[in-house]
């Protein structure tokens, strides 16, 4: 009887390390998968377009802080935005 118990034992050991090195290979391959589809679309999409997500210029400026143009607007416009 020891004997089966500690084969089990064993058995459910070895079981739990493989499992847990092939869920690790999994979850690997998928996020890789995800995030050159999810990732590289988008990247391409945006170089088609010419989109340009961050504004970094090769010059030199004392701050990346950009000036926008707002107008006040009625106070209507402020009650229901969604």
Same mark, same amino acid.
């Given at each position: 009887?020891?004997? /089966?118990?500690?084969?089990?034992?064993?058995? !459910?050991? %070895?079981? @739990?390390?493989?499992?847990?090195?092939?869920?690790?290979?999994?979850?690997?391959?998928?996020?890789?998968?995800?995030?050159?589809?999810?990732? /590289?679309?988008?990247?391409?999409?945006?170089? !088609?377009? %010419?989109? @340009?997500?961050?504004?970094?210029?090769?010059?030199?400026?004392?701050?990346?802080?950009?000036?926008?143009?707002?107008?006040?607007?009625?106070?209507?416009?402020?009650?229901?935005?969604?």
């Amino acid at each position: 009887m020891k004997k /089966g118990k500690l084969f089990f034992k064993g058995f !459910l050991e %070895g079981f @739990k390390k493989f499992s847990h090195a092939f869920a690790t290979v999994v979850n690997f391959i998928l996020l890789t998968i995800v995030y050159i589809v999810g990732v /590289g679309i988008t990247s391409l999409v945006a170089k !088609l377009v %010419g989109k @340009k997500f961050l504004n970094l210029d090769k010059k030199r400026r004392p701050s990346y802080w950009e000036d926008k143009d707002l107008k006040k607007e009625p106070m209507e416009n402020y009650y229901r935005q969604f």
